[in-house]
């Protein structure tokens, strides 16, 4: 009985791990995101921007 509840125990413990990574993550690609969709927005006023172009190609990976 002891054994499975350290199993169950370390089994939410583990779960927790996951979890925050996984939002982590969320955020990460959220923000990512975000400034994709600015900068586009961006660009649509002032599409001769060097800065603004070079900023959205390293976020899409060019």
Known sequence: ???????MEGEREMG???EGEYYGEVEEIEGGDFVVVEVSVYLNTDP???DG???LNEYWGY
């Open 16 to 18: 927790k791990k996951v």
């Open 1 to 7: 009985m002891i054994f499975m509840k350290r199993v």
């Open 48 to 50: 001769d921007d060097e």
């Open 53 to 55: 172009v070079k900023e």
